[in-house]
């Protein structure tokens, strides 16, 4: 079996080298067709002072102050979703608060009555279909 896209010459014809030495390195290295040989504008230059995320970067008290002061109104804010999330309240939500508040034995007791119910209804329906 031999291979059917590449060449058919016998791997072990080329000299070969010993294990103990480097390949043979190219005379010459490719280089992209983007890059230049002399930079257009220097590498930005990375770290300075300590910044907190979302600072000005001065790190001054007035930035800490504004930190302090976004906190604030971000709690005011979530504390004002909180008490209009659990102030609003429809049919549906007013439904599943009591649904919540029954017992298990207030449960059973309405199931009770609902079950006698359709009984009563059922017999009514035989009493006036016999007649």
């Known amino acids: 079996m031999g291979n ?3 060449k058919e010459s016998d791997p072990f014809s080329s000299p070969g080298r010993r294990l103990d030495s480097a390949p043979a390195q190219p005379k010459s290295a490719s280089v992209p067709a983007g890059a230049s040989t002399s930079p257009s504008k220097p590498p930005p230059k990375v770290g300075g002072p300590p910044r907190t995320l979302g600072g000005s970067g ?3 008290s007035s930035s800490s ?3 302090d002061d976004a906190r604030r109104k ?16 429809g049919k ?5 608060a009591a649904q919540k508040k029954q017992t298990r ?3 059973l007791k309405e199931l009770s009555e609902t079950q006698l119910r359709q009984r ?3 017999a009514n329906a035989d009493a006036r279909n016999h007649n």
């Open 4 to 6: 059917c896209c590449g």
């Open 58 to 60: 001065a790190g001054t």
């Open 65 to 67: 102050s504004a930190a």
């Open 74 to 89: 971000a709690a005011e804010a979530a504390e004002q979703r909180a008490k209009q999330a659990s102030s609003t309240g």
């Open 92 to 96: 549906l939500s007013s439904q599943l």
């Open 105 to 107: 034995t207030d449960t």
């Open 120 to 122: 009563d209804m059922d």
